[in-house]
């Protein structure tokens, strides 16, 4: 089957221009994950969404960072007046609550650079 | 918070050896520990799981290990093969109903022919 899709893969922007990310997780997957992943550097948490709860946004590093999560799929990440410290890879994973592996399927990514 | 040391060196072993990584971990002791390949341009992808009442888990040619009194968790690839050569990640669980994992930030492995 389909896995997770993410799109564009590869997004340069100009420091101060907004930006949207998308995923699409696996159909039937109640969870989805966003992170980032900085050059040498582990995966960075930013938000998680699981079914109807409220979204635990606890990772996300500023205030010019939100996501969406419609009709409990596809998820939009959007950065705000972006800087260059937000050049990164970010990463939408998806999995299955109560799958007891906690197996996250990731996507390929999509590539920031901020210039 | 928890942190996780991965060796930052890149590990290079010759083909057909066994491939040993580690991941180390302060705080709090995971309910489950996980191991993912990453390539190049590529997302993560999951390899084997490992709950804290386990000593090990084998699969394949994969085996880890789960040492909750010294922190650490090995992972081994055996007779490894060059494409075995990518980042080897490993997320640690909380577990109590906490579904966000820490990751590490990987070690790297490349088996020459």
């Known amino acids: 089957g389909a896995g997770v899709s993410q799109s564009p893969s590869n997004k340069v922007t100009e420091k101060g221009k907004d930006v949207e990310l998308r995923c699409d997780p696996i159909s039937g997957h109640t969870a989805l994950y966003w992170y980032r992943q900085s050059l040498g550097q582990g995966l960075e948490f930013l938000i998680y969404?699981?079914?109807?709860?409220?979204?635990?946004k606890s990772g996300l590093p500023s205030d010019r960072f939100s996501a969406e999560r419609t009709g409990g799929s596809v998820s939009t990440l959007t950065i705000q007046r972006t800087q260059q410290e937000d050049s990164a890879v970010y990463l939408c994973?998806?999995?299955?609550?109560?799958?007891?592996?906690?197996?996250?399927?990731f996507g390929p990514g999509t590539r920031l650079t901020v210039t | 918070s928890q942190k996780i040391e991965q060796n930052s060196e890149a590990l290079n072993i010759q083909e057909g050896k066994t491939a040993t990584l580690t991941c180390n971990y302060t705080?709090?002791?995971?309910?489950?520990l996980q191991w993912y390949r990453q390539d190049p341009g590529r997302g993560p992808v999951f390899l084997l799981l490992?709950?804290?009442?386990?000593k090990e888990k084998r699969k394949e040619r994969l085996k880890v290990t789960f040492d909750t009194t010294l922190k650490q968790s090995l992972f081994h690839i055996t007779a490894s093969q060059p494409a075995d050569s990518a980042t080897y990640l490993c997320?640690?669980?909380?577990?109590?109903?906490?579904?966000?994992?820490?990751f590490g930030r990987g070690t790297s492995l490349i088996v020459h022919p």
């Open positions: 705080n709090y002791s995971p309910a489950y």
């Open positions: 994973a998806s999995n299955q609550e109560g799958v007891s592996s906690y197996e996250q399927y």
């Open positions: 490992i709950r804290e009442n386990e």
């Open positions: 997320a640690l669980h909380r577990g109590g109903g906490s579904y966000i994992p820490t």
């Open positions: 969404f699981q079914g109807n709860s409220a979204p635990d």
